[in-house]
């Protein structure tokens, strides 16, 4: 049996400010995956954060932070490909964590990363967890380019609730689809902050901006 099941978790206890919580959420939404283990009468579900090697180890220690905030163990694999590093696993094992993940977002058993989404308009949602969203989303699925910062996702829900926090703080952006042509891939759909990207990358960095 996987060791990280061995592990008894942690009772989940939320002592997360509103932009914590929506970090975690947004990081999930990005990179992240659920998984329910059965044996014999025992029942574990595991919630998954996937990161860089390369670039995310100190944002995979800052999130293992976060969620131990909530009473929960973490592990954290390091993968490697053709001998060199290449993905961090984060994983929290925690059924509570699950229920809770499941009150803010959506998506379709059959296909989690195309369907995954915000429940409600963003209308209901604080401030506070919309910009720990985005913050989660970016440390996760964000690119910075030459002359932009962006965000690139498979799901057109995700991406639209992304840009209209962007619309809603008049940061301006724009949204394109790079469409598969060859059959095999899904469409990716993303989002480029034009202007005010300082006001965005202060949030990412600090946490605490108002925009």
């Not at 100190?58 to 293992?64: E, H, N, Q, S, V």
């Not at 990716?188 to 902050?193: F, N, S």
């Amino acid at each position: 049996m996987d060791e990280s099941f061995k592990r008894k978790p942690g009772k989940f206890i939320c002592k997360l400010n509103d932009f914590q919580i929506g970090e975690i959420i947004g990081a999930f939404a990005g990179d992240g995956s659920f998984y329910h283990n059965t044996h014999g009468r025992s029942s574990m579900y595991m919630i998954r954060y996937f990161l860089s090697y390369q670039d995310d180890k100190d944002y995979a220690d800052y999130l293992a932070n976060i969620i131990g905030k909530t009473n929960l163990n973490t592990n954290m694999f390091f993968r490697k490909y053709k001998g060199k590093g290449s993905t961090i696993e984060l994983r929290a094992c925690s059924k509570d964590l699950y229920n809770f993940i499941k009150t803010y977002i959506i998506w379709e058993k059959s296909d989690k990363t195309c369907s995954i989404r915000l429940i409600k308009d963003i209308s209901g949602y604080s401030n506070d967890f919309l910009r720990g969203f985005v913050r989660g989303l970016m440390d996760t699925d964000g690119f910075v380019e030459t002359y932009n910062i962006s965000l690139g996702v498979i799901s057109e829900g995700l991406i639209n609730n992304f840009k209209t926090i962007l619309d809603k703080h008049k940061i301006e952006s724009k949204l394109s689809i790079r469409k598969n042509r060859e059959g095999n891939r899904r469409n990716l759909y993303i989002c480029r902050v034009l202007r005010k990207k300082d006001a965005l990358l202060k949030i990412l960095k600090t946490g605490a901006a108002q925009i």
